[in-house]
């Protein structure tokens, strides 16, 4: 290919309105919500 593509499937984007790249990779809020679900599943351990 050409492009720089994600990860989305092919099929997405015949029924997608708008597909929005994510050039840094995972953004700081889903690092954050990651390492806020990590730190809540290890208390309930």
């Known amino acids: 290919r050409d492009k720089l593509t994600g990860d989305v499937a092919e099929d997405v984007w015949d029924v997608a309105g708008y ?26 351990s």
Do not use: D, H, W
């Open 19 to 44: 597909v929005s790249p994510n050039p840094g990779g995972v953004g700081p809020l889903t690092r954050a919500f990651l390492l806020t679900n990590v730190i809540e599943r290890a208390e309930r």
